[in-house]
């Protein structure tokens, strides 16, 4: 017998390791307990095992290696007492899982326990079994556990039941040996093994379409619904009662199950409406038993098939759990009318106003629960009530909640506004309240929907400056409020475009470029912010020319800013003062009026890559979307690598262009002249933000200060994009006059040499071009493949995407087999169209499929070895 496990009881280890100072003298106590419990095991010391596992138990609890100690378990377990097969299978439940290797060597002692003749043995083995139970295992001992469910003792039923459902979670092959069983549990008058049972019958309807068929039938039904019955209408019992409620337990667990038989059915649910609408209008909610059983009641009704007079019974029970005091019922309540807003949207509509009220609770959670729940709410007849309860608790709300409120705000205004003038109106009511907490893409959004509403400029230039006055800290109203400045200030100070809605106000010129001024020396002003200012200033110079002066003042100021790009346009911008004034009204004329529909498609990720097949059809892809694994086009449209060109941005990124912020200058494709790109981006290194000055040879001061008299006409100002490209088009220096364009081709050019497009072991593709009389944009291609190696291939398909410059169109293909070994080949014929033509060359991107022995292969590339001059 070992000195130390007979004489360290398990309460004196506990004592000895609470009593440990630090983790060292801890692992120093367990280390000395384990190695006492290891030297009994090696003993075989039957009096104390019972001790060693209780000790090894809490030392597994505290986190320390026990797995020496799995043996023991299995000796209790083997033991003739009920002490010591109790502590051998609770080390069983706590030292071993259902991985272990081990658990199979107990499977012979479940099965013994499981048939043994006193019930608190046969109770220990089905605890065991169903806490770690295996599949291995609940094949083996599934027969036992079914005839225990049948026992003679209630306690033995119940166990039996819990264990059945983790056998049918393990191998629900074995569901329909449970079926009947578990139909005549529900017919128990003992509730815990009614309960029991129900949870039974609820899994195996979850596992098997043949167990949820049985309990549907009429008769199995009918017993629940009574069942429920007289749960709901039963006398007062003390032993089941919880605050005035007759086991809410066994009320769940029914109304669960109904919710799984009823969901799909309708004949099923005609059975229980009846029942459901009894307990919803009986059942006491005072109480948070009562409320429980009214949630789930709720739920039931809400998942079955339609019965509009118990949804709307249940809506209502949820706006009253709106007004509870509890902010766990109110959380639930509004999760719930998240998903009844879907099946009864004009139920909901009816608590709208106790919705409202949760956006302004304390509790966080809650707000933005009601917030996502009330954006749901707004349709084209509320939103104007909705947004003026927003907008008014937007003055109030707390700061950190105040960037989801403005964000769900303007999804709403912008989603469902009447008319411009009122989305104008509330756009500048957020901003005003919140503008640093609205992202960049909503003051954008509202830039172009201002340029859009032309018979709205003075209005809103009008409406923004006097937002402006007290709102100078709002950054995302200032930055409206100086661009619409910049492009409508003559309206401003003249009046022009009232409504009647309006009050008259009184602007001068030299008020308006006050505000500009204010904008770029405040302190909270950012770079983006200070630059738009400054473009406004250059466009304010030629509307307001007896405020020329003092602008140059303003901007000469910022010569010696420390920032790059504000010193630049200081002195660009300067240089057009004084030095340009027969060009510079041209110049700075308004920005022509933006495409709202291709602005918004943009900003939702949605313009479409066209991508052609070779069957003909086109697929409209969304950038950024990810396109499941099986499509065959995913890589095909990543066309943004380094390696490919880069779509000229005066298409696409007009609004960038028109705010002056963040432009990337347009690639320059390997062995293109870099000369002419001076003459053609002077105008947009000028206006714009972020763009690197160019390099070449002259700085921007020589070019602005090189001669004028001989500029025959002057290119207007168009969406700052440069001018379109073709054969006969020049190109034209904003500021100096013309650069020769690169010589047009001949219409007959010459012939071009065919490419090896793409190679591979197994495969070759090679292109031939062609080009059509009088058409230089237009280039024929003729795609042949070879097959290199001694297989078919079948099922072949070519597909190819490229840039947004190009247009594809592709022929079908001449067949969709490929015989072996170059025996034979298939053709098909491109025609890309090329709207660069002369700056861009073609690039392409390929992907080949085909079968080959009825395996699917998949070849891709990206072709950038193109003739120059196509």
């Known amino acids: 017998m070992n000195p130390f496990s007979s004489g360290t009881r398990l309460r004196d280890m506990i004592r000895s390791i609470r009593a440990c ?89 479940l099965k013994q326990d499981l048939n043994h003749t006193n019930q608190y043995i046969v109770g220990l083995a089905l605890c065991a079994l169903g806490n770690i139970c295996s599949a291995e295992m609940a094949r083996d001992l599934a027969p036992e556990v079914e005839r225990l469910l049948q026992f003679r003792d209630p306690n033995i039923r119940k166990k039996a039941a819990l264990c059945s459902i983790r056998i049918i979670k393990k191998v629900p092959d074995l569901a329909e040996n449970f079926i009947n069983p578990a139909a005549a549990l529900l017919k128990e008058k003992h509730h815990g093994v009614l309960i029991t049972g129900i949870q039974l019958v609820t899994d195996l309807c979850k596992v098997s379409t043949e167990a949820l068929e049985f309990f549907r039938k009429p008769k199995c039904l009918d017993g629940l619904v009574k069942t429920l019955r007289d749960v709901v209408n039963s006398p007062y019992a003390p032993e089941y009662d919880i605050a005035g409620i007759t086991d809410p337990f066994l009320h769940i667990r029914l109304l669960k199950l109904l919710r799984v038989l009823g969901q799909g059915d ?268 400054m473009v406004a200033l250059l466009k304010l110079s030629s509307r307001f020319p007896s405020c020329s002066e003092r602008i140059r003042d303003i901007i000469v100021q910022n010569k010696g800013s420390l920032v790059l790009e504000l010193q630049q346009r200081s002195i660009e911008f300067n240089s057009i003062v004084e030095k340009h004034q027969n060009i510079r009204s041209t110049l700075v004329e308004r920005m022509p009026v933006l495409d709202e529909a291709t602005f918004s498609g943009r900003r939702a990720g949605s313009l479409p890559a066209t991508v052609s097949t070779s069957s003909g059809t086109s697929l409209n892809l969304p950038n950024g979307v990810a396109k499941p694994a099986a499509a065959p086009l995913v890589d095909l449209l990543d066309l943004s690598s380094d390696d490919a060109p880069v779509p000229s941005s005066s298409g696409n990124d007009f609004l960038q262009d028109l705010l002056g912020v963040d432009i990337s200058p347009a690639s320059v494709q390997p062995g293109t002249s870099q000369a002419p790109k001076a003459g053609t981006d002077v105008l947009l290194d000028l206006l714009s933000i972020g763009s690197p000055p160019v390099q070449n040879n002259s700085t921007p001061s020589d070019i602005l200060s090189s001669s004028q008299d001989n500029k025959s006409s002057v290119a207007k100002l168009d969406g700052l994009s440069p001018t379109p490209s073709g054969g006969a088009a020049s190109m034209i220096d904003l500021l100096d006059g013309f650069v020769p364009n690169s010589p047009k081709p001949e219409d007959n050019g010459p012939a071009y040499p065919s490419i090896v497009a793409f190679e591979s072991s197994s495969l070759r593709l090679t292109f031939n071009f062609s080009k059509p009389p009088g058409n230089p944009q237009t280039t024929l291609i003729q795609a042949t493949f070879t097959n290199l190696s001694p297989n078919v291939y079948t099922d072949f398909v070519f597909q190819a995407a490229v840039p947004k410059f190009l247009q594809l169109h592709l022929d079908p293909a001449s067949g969709n087999t490929l015989p072996a070994s170059g025996n034979g080949s298939i053709t098909q014929t491109l025609r890309v169209t090329n709207s660069q033509h002369g700056k861009k060359p073609l690039v392409m991107r390929t992907r080949i499929a085909y079968k080959l022995n009825n395996r699917d292969v998949l070849e891709e590339g990206q072709i950038n070895n193109f003739p120059r001059d196509l």
């Open 21 to 109: 100072k630090t983790a060292a003298e801890e692992r120093a106590v367990v280390r000395k307990e384990c190695a006492a419990i290891r030297a009994a095991i090696n003993e075989n010391d039957q009096d104390y095992r019972h001790r060693n596992l209780a000790k090894l138990m809490f030392i597994h609890m505290l986190g320390y290696p026990t797995h020496f100690g799995q043996m023991e378990c299995l000796k209790s377990i083997a033991s003739a007492g009920f002490p010591e097969k109790r502590i051998g299978y609770l080390g069983l439940m706590l030292l071993l899982d259902e991985r272990q290797e081990v658990l199979m060597l107990v499977t012979n002692s």
């Open 266 to 533: 309708a004949d099923a649910s005609d059975c229980m409406n009846d029942i459901l609408a009894q307990v919803a209008t009986k059942t006491e909610s005072n109480k948070n038993a009562g409320n429980a059983i009214l949630y789930e009641c709720v739920e039931t009704i809400m998942s079955i098939e339609d019965n509009g007079g118990l949804r709307v019974l249940a809506i209502n029970i949820l706006g009253r759990f709106l007004s509870n005091r509890d902010n766990n019922i109110r959380y639930v309540a509004l999760n719930m009318l998240m998903k009844a807003i879907t099946v009864d949207a004009q139920a909901v509509q009816r608590h709208r106003a106790t919705i409202l009220e949760c956006v302004k609770d304390l509790d966080a959670s809650i707000r933005k629960r009601a917030l996502e729940l009330v954006c749901l709410l707004v349709n084209e007849s509320n939103v104007k009530p909705l947004t003026k309860e927003l907008i008014d608790y937007l003055e109030i709300s707390d700061q950190e909640f105040k960037g989801d409120l403005t964000a769900k705000i303007c999804s709403m205004v912008e989603k469902f506004s009447p008319d411009k003038i009122w989305y104008i109106d509330q756009m500048l009511k957020v901003l005003s309240e919140a503008g640093n907490f609205v992202k960049d893409e909503v003051w954008h959004a509202l830039i172009v929907v201002i340029s859009n509403a032309s018979d709205l400029h003075g209005y809103t230039v009008r409406a923004l400056y006097r937002a402006v006055q007290t709102s100078i800290e709002q950054e995302s109203l200032v930055r409206v409020a100086i661009w619409c400045i910049g492009e409508y200030g003559d309206m401003l100070v003249n009046n022009g475009g009232v409504l009647n809605i309006e009050d008259p106000i009184t602007v001068t010129e030299s008020d308006a470029v006050d505000v500009v001024e204010i904008a770029i020396k405040h302190h909270s002003s950012d770079i983006t912010t200070k630059a738009m200012a």
